[in-house]
C-alpha cells in the first residue's frame, strides 16, 4: 500500500452545492487572495513552464439527474480536507484503493530485489545448508550479518535473540535457525513500515534531501507518477540551485508527467520553494515536492542552507513541511546510516528512500536503521523505471535477503 488518506465524517456538513448546469456555474469566479497574489507575480509567471502544466481538476459534467442527486465529489477519492479545524479533529483514516495489482509486474519487482540482494542472500543461506547448530554457525552468521551492513548493533541483538529463541524451542535442525532468524528479522524491520498519509494539508508539502548522486531527483519524478495514480495533483520546486542541470533534470520529469515545475536560472533554494509554496496553494494543489542541492553531512554550511529552506518554507505555510524524505544509496553501508543520523539532527526526518537495491547492495543497513534510528522507510528503489520504486514490506525485504 504506498498510500493513505483523511476519510471526510459521515456526519459532516457538505460545503459544495450539488454541480448544476447553468448560467451562473458557467460565470468566471472571483480569485482568491491567494491567487490573486501570484497572478501577477512575474517571478512565478517565468518560472512555470507552460507545456509542463498541470490545469486544476475539472468538474466531471453531470447528465441529468433528479433533485436528490448527490454532490459531485462523492465516490471521488481525492482528498477535501486540510489539516486543522474542528472537522480534522474528528477525520478518520482512509486507506486509498490502489491501482489494480499486475501479477507479472510484482513477479519482475520482487526478482529484481532478489538479484539487487543476491549477495548477501548467498552469504547468508549458504551457512545453514548441511550446518550443526553450534558456536561454528553462529560464529559464521555473525561475519554475514556483519558483510551485510547490518552493523554491531544489530548483529548482536540479532545473535543473543537468536540463541535464545533456540535454547528455548530446542531446535535441532539448522533450517529451523534460519526461519527463527527469518522472523526475528522481520520483527526488527517491521516499525520501518509505514504509509504515506495524503489529504491532511493542501498542499502537502514535502522536501527531499540527500548526498549527491544518490537519486533524488529522479525518486521524485517516480513519486509525483505515483501520486497521480491516486488522482493527487502535484507540483514540483527545483530547489537544487547548485548542482548543474539539476534544474533541467527536474523539468524532463515534470514533462513526462506532465507536473508543474517552478524553476529559476540561478538564485537562492529557499526563494525558489517559498513561491512554489505560495503558487500551489494559490492552483489548490494537492502536493508540492521540493528537490534539494545534494550536500554532505560534514559540509555545514551547506546543512545550514537546509535549515533554512524548512524556516521558509514554514513562514509560506505554518505546518509545512508537513514530510522531510531523506533518499540514501543502498551500496554506501554504514556510511548511510551517519547520513540518516546527521539529516535527522538537522532536519527532523519523517521518512526515508532507499534507492539503488538492484546494484551491489547488501541489504543489511535497514538493520542498523531498525536498531538506532528508526526512521520509517517509505519506498525503496532497485531500478530506474516508475514501477522500480515501491513501498517497503519488511516480509518482502527478509525473504529477498535470506532468499
Known amino acids: 500500500m504506498f498510500f493513505k488518506k483523511f476519510k471526510k465524517p459521515a456526519d459532516a456538513p457538505q460545503e459544495d452545492p450539488p454541480f448544476v448546469e447553468d448560467e451562473a456555474a458557467e460565470a468566471e469566479p472571483e480569485a482568491t487572495a491567494d491567487e490573486a497574489e501570484f497572478e501577477h507575480e512575474p517571478a512565478i509567471d517565468a518560472a512555470i513552464s507552460p507545456e509542463a502544466d498541470v490545469p486544476i481538476k475539472d468538474i466531471p459534467e453531470t447528465p441529468e439527474a433528479p433533485a436528490e442527486a448527490k454532490p459531485y465529489w462523492q465516490g471521488r477519492t481525492e482528498s477535501r480536507w486540510s489539516r486543522g479545524g474542528p472537522e480534522t479533529d474528528q477525520a478518520s483514516e482512509e486507506i486509498l484503493p490502489p491501482p489494480e495489482p499486475d501479477p507479472v509486474a510484482k513477479r519482475s519487482w520482487m526478482s529484481r530485489l532478489r538479484q539487487g540482494l543476491s549477495k548477501t542472500s548467498n552469504n547468508l543461506t549458504g551457512i545453514f545448508v548441511s550446518a550443526k ?75 527531499i534531501a540527500g548526498v549527491n548522486g544518490v537519486g533524488k531527483t529522479t525518486s521524485i519524478g517516480k513519486l509525483a ?82 535549515r533554512k529552506v524548512r524556516r521558509v518554507i514554514a513562514k509560506a505555510m505554518p505546518d509545512a513541511p508537513h514530510e522531510v524524505l531523506l533518499v540514501i544509496d543502498g551500496n554506501t553501508g554504514q556510511n548511510a546510516l551517519a547520513q540518516v543520523k546527521a539529516f535527522d539532527d538537522a532536519l527532523g526526518l519523517t521518512g526515508l528512500i532507499i534507492t539503488k537495491l538492484d546494484g551491489t547492495a547488501k541489504g543489511g543497513i535497514i538493520a542498523a536503521i531498525a536498531r538506532q534510528r528508526p526512521i520509517p522507510v517509505y519506498f525503496i528503489g532497485v531500478g530506474e523505471k516508475v514501477e522500480d520504486l515501491q513501498s517497503f514490506s519488511a516480509e518482502e525485504f527478509v525473504d529477498a535477503l535470506l532468499g
Open 225 to 306: 507518477k505515483h501520486l497521480q495514480h491516486f488522482n493527487q495533483s502535484v507540483l514540483l520546486a527545483a530547489g537544487d540551485t547548485f548542482r548543474a542541470a539539476a534544474r533541467e533534470q527536474l523539468v524532463v520529469w515534470g514533462e513526462r508527467n506532465n507536473v508543474t515545475v517552478i524553476a529559476q536560472e540561478s538564485g537562492d533554494a529557499a526563494a525558489v520553494i517559498y513561491d512554489a509554496v505560495g503558487a500551489a496553494r494559490a492552483r489548490k494543489i494537492d502536493v508540492m515536492m521540493a528537490d534539494t542541492a545534494g550536500r554532505l553531512p560534514t559540509q555545514l554550511h551547506l546543512m545550514e542552507e537546509l
Open 133 to 207: 547448530i553450534d558456536e561454528d554457525l553462529y560464529e559464521e552468521l555473525e561475519t554475514a550479518l556483519l558483510m551485510s551492513d547490518a552493523g554491531v548493533d544489530a548483529t548482536e541483538f540479532l545473535l543473543e535473540s537468536l540463541r535464545e529463541k533456540v535454547r528455548a524451542e530446542r531446535f535441532t535442525e539448522a533450517t529451523q535457525v534460519k526461519a527463527a532468524l527469518r522472523e526475528l528479522l522481520v520483527d526488527l524491520m517491521r516499525p520501518l513500515e509505514k504509509t504515506l498519509m495524503l489529504g491532511r494539508a493542501q498542499p502537502l508539502v514535502m522536501v
